[in-house]
């Protein structure tokens, strides 16, 4: 008993130690200087809105207010300076750029609506606003949609469906109407309509349980909700099981006449939300356990630890670990941004960030076809809901809370939105066993493998995307998107399985293809870089050493890029597997100091060129693509490019119509990654992360004059001895305290038996 008390209390003395992070002795440069990237606070948020509030000329509502005719503000976040301003301040000791906020409003109480974008400053007590002048105006219809609008989409449903209820009671059980814990919900896709300035969505509607997106009921509505009056919006089409019909009111007649092919979801009838009980039987698209493995297991698994608390140094929004060095924020709109990215005091990269995520489908329900998710325009930034320690982070993990004004009237505080943890790879960095060759070795070397992740999510409705940036000991630095959550699906028809796969008696899981655009801002060793290639080629010449035979031996193929068209690489093409952004400097052996982009994908090209609506994701055509740095084309997508595709205010491809120089300049690498996602049975109830990775590694090459982990401490030596124990070297001592590992050892003979 005593035995196990005392280890209790190490245990929690030990998890109470690597919950905090250590801070004393932190230059005091970094983070101060960090500040200037971070995220509003909560009192910058309200008083940006107080000052917005304050300007009657405005006349804003509450964004809450129940009409669609009014002034409101929809979005608050930091309004990132300009670069050259930044690098002023940063490496010259110049003023800090003014601190701003961007406001975005949306103007829907006059004749003409519009959507205006505000920089507001200076930040903690703004006291002036300038209207930001977008390179495109965006339409009134490609404004995201507001939970008030949501509110009133659901009462139009409800509304217009009431001659369906007795249809809905026959074939699903639940209903709109008087439906207590038996309800009917929906889910909307996008773009809305056919053409720019429309606001026509496709409706799935579901049965509302756990895992609703997996229940549709065999009906989609068309709903026209573009009028500023709610009392003009219409569902204009209707699809039940395959067939069209023109109102609600004509499939509940045909209905009701014994006309309509209806199908009675089968099974056990899904209790509604709320009345769920442990005992019930689970649903399928319900995480309750069940089945059973061959080898069970009723313990808990490994997990990490760190007894003597974090070797990162974290303060507001500033992280040092090892050489590393570097600032984050996440933006509301379109979510994690690393900036001021250093290793060894030099900066690599000045920016890394999530541009924007698509998910583009095919189906043979009209919302199957219809689907293809910006999800920018979804909020993707601000959809970052709290992460559980354990399961979405190692509970060593330090937690971070941010705060969104996203369609609010006030900050709304986000609890452990990100987390920031090291932990072990599984495998060493680096390893070499140096074998006699008689049973014995000269020595083993090995240096433990250890990262530091910073890692958020989005939950953009039914999926989840994982984002992390992985910062290893030797300057490689990985981002890497995880796809999981549940799958986008329809109902089943025969039909629909060229689009997709049965997942269900009436589930259809729709055919996708994810795709992730990464802004890479590189500074390699200073803002002027270039772009170059290294390839394969193959030579076949004379023996020189036995003439009479051909000698056929890899050579390198080193291609310079000096414009922006030509470093503009299209899916289909062959794109070289060294991708280097080069500096003037060159390091002792002649060799330009250099980072290689080496991107992990299986992404292709989805969408045609020419597609109306391939305009608001042209960047979708390039793997990579790369251009000098411009203040106006600081983001490749927007969040108005969902709802109004055809007419988007950010078109990537005019990003490269200029095709300007990039030798010796400041470069931006857009990079594109994603993977066609087939869904199949093992898909229930949810997408799983492994295979469903994607991302790119940012690499020295040529860089440093050696491995810059040399600089670790967790490298082991082991020295054989001809008596006695063989000689270990270590440079960190073995931990002393309740959860030291066994003790290292090493053999390192191989005999005969």
Request: with cysteine; glycine share 8%; net charge neutral.
């Amino acid at each position: 008993m005593g035995r196990e008390s005392l280890a209790l209390g190490c245990v929690l003395a030990a998890i109470l130690a690597l919950q905090m992070v250590t801070t004393e002795n932190l230059p005091q440069t970094l983070p101060s200087k960090a500040q200037l990237f971070a995220d509003l606070s909560a009192q910058e948020l309200k008083s940006v809105h107080s000052f917005l509030q304050s300007h009657q000329e405005l006349r804003l509502q509450a964004s809450g207010t129940p009409t669609m005719a009014k002034n409101s503000v929809f979005l608050i976040e930091m309004l990132l300076p300009k670069k050259q301003h930044v690098l002023r301040f940063l490496d010259t000791g110049k003023s800090p750029p003014v601190r701003e906020a961007r406001a975005i409003i949306f103007f829907g109480a006059q004749e003409h609506p519009n959507i205006t974008e505000f920089a507001v400053g200076p930040l903690p007590q703004p006291s002036y606003m300038r209207a930001l002048s977008p390179r495109h105006q965006p339409s009134w219809a490609s404004r995201p949609i507001t939970s008030v609008e949501y509110t009133f989409l659901f009462n139009t449903l409800k509304e217009a469906t009431k001659p369906l209820h007795q249809f809905f009671l026959d074939t699903t059980g639940f209903s709109f109407q008087n439906c207590g814990n038996q309800c009917l919900t929906f889910t909307d896709v996008s773009p809305r309509g056919l053409a720019s300035g429309q606001r026509r969505s496709w409706i799935i509607l579901q049965r509302h349980v756990e895992g609703s997106f997996l229940h549709p009921t065999g009906l989609e509505l068309l709903v026209d909700h573009g009028s500023m009056d709610v009392q003009r919006w219409t569902v204009e089409q209707v699809w039940y099981n395959g067939k069209f019909y023109q109102s609600p009111e004509e499939l509940a007649r045909k209905y009701a006449d014994g006309e309509v092919d209806a199908v009675i979801l089968e099974g056990p009838l899904p209790k509604g939300k709320g009345t769920e009980s442990p005992e019930d039987p689970p649903l399928f698209s319900s995480y309750k356990p069940r089945g059973d493995f061959p080898t069970p297991s009723h313990i808990a698994g490994p997990r990490l630890v760190q007894p003597h608390g974090p070797r990162y140094r974290l303060q507001g929004n500033s992280v040092l670990y090892g050489g590393w060095s570097f600032a984050f924020c996440l933006c509301s709109s379109s979510g994690p941004q690393v900036l001021n990215l250093h290793f060894g005091g030099e900066r690599i990269a000045y920016e890394v960030s999530v541009q924007e995520a698509v998910a583009l489908y095919g189906g043979h329900t009209p919302a199957g076809m219809q689907t293809k998710y910006i999800d920018v325009g979804w909020g993707l930034g601000s959809v970052s809901y709290e992460l559980a320690p354990g399961i979405d982070c190692p509970e060593t993990a330090t937690f971070l809370d941010t705060f969104h004004y996203y369609d609010v009237d006030d900050p709304v505080l986000y609890p452990r939105a990100l987390c920031l943890f090291e932990m072990p790879t599984g495998v060493p960095l680096r390893r070499h066993f140096d074998s006699n060759f008689s049973g014995g070795f000269n020595f083993y070397a090995g240096l433990k493998g250890h990262v530091l992740v910073l890692r958020t999510t989005s939950t953009v409705y039914n999926y989840d995307y994982i984002w992390d940036f992985i910062f290893h000991p030797n300057g490689v630095m990985e981002a890497k998107m995880h796809a999981t959550g549940y799958v986008h699906a329809t109902f089943y028809t025969p039909e629909g399985q060229r689009y997709g796969t049965r997942l269900h008696t009436h589930l259809l899981g729709n055919m996708h293809t994810h795709l992730v655009h990464y802004r890479v801002d590189m500074d390699v060793a200073g803002t002027k870089n270039s772009f170059q290639t290294l390839e394969m080629k193959l030579e076949n010449i004379t023996n020189p050493w036995s003439p009479r035979h051909p000698l056929v031996q890899p050579t390198l193929k080193q291609t310079r890029y000096s414009q922006e068209r030509q470093a503009a690489f299209r899916f289909g093409q062959t794109l070289p597997k060294y991708l280097l952004f080069t500096s003037r400097e060159k390091n002792p052996w002649g060799h330009e100091r250099s980072y290689r982009l080496q991107i992990h994908s299986m992404a292709e090209q989805v969408l045609p060129v020419g597609l109306p609506e391939e305009r608001a994701v042209t960047w979708a055509r390039y793997p990579l693509a790369v251009t000098k740095y411009r203040e106006s084309e600081r983001c490749s997508s927007s969040i108005y490019n969902q709802n109004d595709p055809w007419d988007p205010p950010v078109v990537f491809q005019k990003f490269l119509h200029n095709n300007e120089n990039i030798e010796n300049e400041d470069l931006v690498a857009w990079v594109t990654v994603g993977f066609l996602h087939i869904p199949h049975s093992e898909d229930i109830p949810n997408t799983a992360t492994p295979g469903n990775s994607v991302g790119f590694l940012l690499r020295p090459f040529n860089f440093f004059t050696e491995d810059p982990s040399l600089a670790s401490r967790d490298t082991v030596i082991v020295w054989p001895r001809d008596k006695g124990p063989n000689y270990i070297q270590q440079w960190i001592p073995e931990d002393t305290d309740c959860l030291r590992p066994p003790p290292f050892s090493y053999n390192g003979t191989y005999r005969p038996v």
